[in-house]
């Protein structure tokens, strides 16, 4: 079938292999359905015509009809101007250009009628408009007059010339050069029921919008094909897998979970433990098998809960393990678990990367005879050779990167998929974990354990540091920890380890008194490891760290955190590293330090910060000041994640709409079979040959 979108780009009028090359290089654009499927990011309305008088400084850009009254050259060098002082009867602009001077001058005349378009800015006294779009009203065509899309483009295309303005000239000559239009790629009772423009129609509004309502219209659809395409995708898999695979029954509640329970839980479960643990129960006793994402607060308790899922599978003859993200977070956990069950006779082992030899050797038999009940051990040992005798339940710890392929990898671990339990620390807002998470069913701990005291939180400038190096010492004297960390982007930024150095000799020398460690990325693990280790003992009193300790380390002792340049920091990390203090009785504090220079986004951040200690609202203000392209979690998922055009953020209500949609569609056509929506399946198929390789899972 011919399909006029599938036209290589170069042969669009204008555009020709050079300039192709670079559209391909820098946007990815290949051919002509590439050229058309890029959106502009947004629209300048020049429909109407402003008087001068109006300019109130808040105009993004204006569109002024006059005339030029004169011109004057002003300045020297590089200071050089050309400035044209332009009126339209009720005040005067001045029109200002730093380049091409002498090609200026004679290109434009005075009293002549000409329509000006530009953004306004303050300038000595008077409003200026530097390198302004110029046209003789009769020149201007229709499409130049209403909203006017703008096109991103990279540094290189617009050193090269092709800017917003040639993107705009390439996709009205691609829409001249169709000969046929280009084929719906959704079904016509789908486009019909759904209120959604015909393709054609659509792709023509979304560049060249005849009006803000047929824009709406236009975005509208192409927003709900993206998002629709992902819930169809995720759905569509989790049908197949079900198909596929039954979950273990655990019918028993048995002598483990009910000794553990009676006899060896040291506090009462708070009211949203008990109602997540039933929410496992009803899980593993519904032959499905379970993928519950666990969302709860750093220090809501969600290891006991891991523990009790765990004594339910041994309770009907499974084993279990659980999965930290890091050695030292294993270690804690085996410590822990160890605790809890003393008395009981389970045998719990540890694997690690440092667990070697006879030893290894010996918990790897363990696991295949069945004798090791519970392992806990790093994600790592999901990649090697393990397997277990009857593995029942997986529970994933700190971990909400923890996609579709990873466990995929988890389901080889034994002949019938474990029942998943991911949990982490870090709330996804509930959209994102939707989209993110389609098939993960989400419980959510939303109830601290009693008697915790939230953490204060203040903002401070980096030149008043004194007075918080004392109140450090003073809490160090009173017996407390304190963290101190530095922003370390990338492991390898050299100024930014210096930063750290420098920071870890200011504080030997402010606190000559106390013990310091120091741990950043660049160290050995081992040896992280040991410092690490050093200050949970309490050997040394304060950590001077980049971010590597973000993640579940749990020393209640230590209660500061000074946190420098808190301004490199996203909210999430904010938090994340926040929660490192206030894990004992003790009142904890964590300070953001940064300099007087701040963006607005950046004071938002720090304003909300020192306002909530809600993971949650915290989550939602981070996708809204960031959008999800840059959350943790969207690249690894496995799931096609660049959005064209919908946002998780903003567009909510209509991603659950269209899930709905979706989820009709997989339940009405279990088979994907029904020929009315063959070209959904089709699509579907593309989709997954290009994003992922689904083959590891179905
Ligand atoms: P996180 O959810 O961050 O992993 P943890 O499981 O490490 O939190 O729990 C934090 C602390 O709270 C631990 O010391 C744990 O023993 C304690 N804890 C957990 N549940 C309760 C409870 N219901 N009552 C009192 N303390 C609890
Ligand atoms: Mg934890």
């Not at 789908?190 to 047929?214: D, K, M, N, T, Y």
């Not at 109830?447 to 203040?458: A, C, D, N, Y």
Request: charged letters at 25%.
């Amino acid at each position: 079938m011919y399909d006029p979108l599938a036209i290589q780009i170069q042969y669009v009028p204008g555009v020709g292999p050079k300039r192709a090359e670079v559209l391909e290089k820098d946007l990815g654009l290949r051919c002509v359905g590439d050229l058309l499927h890029y959106y502009p990011y947004k629209y300048i309305d020049r429909s109407r015509l402003y008087q001068i008088r109006e300019i109130d400084g808040t105009m993004p850009y204006i569109q002024l009809q006059g005339e030029i009254l004169s011109f004057e050259e002003l300045g020297e060098g590089r200071k050089q101007r050309l400035v044209a002082h332009f009126t339209d009867g009720t005040g005067v602009v001045d029109l200002v250009w730093f380049q091409g001077l002498r090609f200026l001058k004679g290109r434009y005349r005075v009293h002549t009628k000409y329509i000006v378009f530009g953004r306004p800015a303050p300038y000595g006294g008077r409003i200026s408009i530097a390198h302004p779009d110029i046209d003789e009203p009769e020149k201007l065509s229709l499409s130049q007059m209403g909203l006017v899309p703008a096109y991103n483009t990279s540094e290189r295309m617009k050193r090269m010339g092709l800017n917003s303005a040639a993107l705009q000239r390439f996709v009205s000559a691609a829409f001249a050069a169709l000969k046929v239009p280009p084929p719906e790629t959704l079904p016509p009772w789908f486009v019909e029921e759904h209120g959604l423009l015909p393709l054609p129609e659509a792709l023509r509004q979304i560049h060249f919008p005849a009006s803000p309502a047929q824009l709406r219209q236009a975005q509208y659809r192409f927003k709900f094909e993206e998002l629709f395409f992902i819930q169809l995708q995720i759905l569509r898999y989790a049908k197949e897998r079900g198909q596929k695979f039954r979950g273990f029954l655990f019918p028993r509640v048995g002598e483990l979970f009910n000794g553990f329970y009676a006899y060896h839980l040291p506090f009462p479960l708070t009211g949203a433990q008990m109602r997540v643990l039933r929410e496992i129960r009803r899980d593993t006793c519904s032959g499905r098998q379970m993928n519950r994402l666990l969302q709860g607060d750093v220090g809501s308790g969600k290891t006991v809960v891991a523990l009790m899922t765990m004594l339910l599978a041994l309770d009907n003859g499974y084993q279990a393990c659980l999965m930290a993200p890091t050695e030292i977070l294993a270690g804690q956990h085996l410590e822990t678990v160890q605790k809890m069950l003393q008395g009981m006779d389970i045998r719990v082992e540890l694997l690690t990367g440092s667990v070697r030899g006879r030893q290894r050797e010996a918990i790897l038999q363990g696991l295949a005879s069945g004798s090791v009940r519970i392992l806990i051990g790093t994600h790592a040992v999901l990649e090697e050779p393990v397997s277990f005798a009857r593995l029942g339940m997986a529970v994933i710890d700190e971990q909400h990167r923890f996609g579709v392929a990873q466990r995929a990898r988890l389901w080889q671990k034994s002949a019938q998929p474990p029942h998943v339990l991911v949990m982490t620390a870090t709330p996804i807002p509930r959209t994102l974990a939707m989209t993110l998470y389609g098939d993960l069913d989400v419980s959510i701990i939303d109830e601290l354990p009693p008697g915790r005291k939230p953490v204060q939180t203040q903002h401070r400038y980096d030149d008043r540091r004194a007075s918080l190096y004392q109140f450090l010492r003073r809490e160090i004297q009173a017996g407390r920890q304190g963290y101190v960390v530095y922003p370390l982007i990338q492991e390898s930024e050299k100024s930014d380890l210096k930063n750290l150095e420098q920071g870890y000799g200011q504080m030997c020398a402010v606190f000559p008194e106390f013990r310091i460690s120091k741990v950043h990325g660049r160290m050995k693990p081992a040896e992280k490891d040991a410092e690490m280790a050093r200050f949970a003992r309490g050997e040394t009193q304060i950590m001077v760290a980049t971010t590597v300790i973000e993640v579940g380390v749990n020393v209640p002792n230590a209660s500061v955190m000074i946190i420098e340049n808190a301004d490199r920091f996203g909210l999430s990390q904010l938090h994340q590293l926040r929660g490192r203090v206030g894990r004992g009785a003790e009142q904890s504090y964590c300070i953001l330090i940064t300099g007087y220079k701040l963006s607005s986004d950046t004071r938002r951040r720090i304003e909300i910060m020192t306002q909530t200690n809600d993971g949650f609202e915290i989550a939602e203000a981070d996708l809204k000041l960031r959008g999800p392209g840059d959350l943790e979690g969207t690249q690894q998922s496995g799931i096609a994640f660049d959005l064209k055009i919908a946002n998780v953020a903003r567009d909510g209500q209509l991603l659950q709409h269209v899930r709905e949609v979706a989820r009709r569609i997989v339940d009405d056509d279990p088979q994907a079979l029904n020929p009315r929506n063959a070209l959904l399946w089709q699509r579907l198929a593309l989709l997954r040959k290009d994003h992922v390789d689904w083959s590891v899972i179905s």
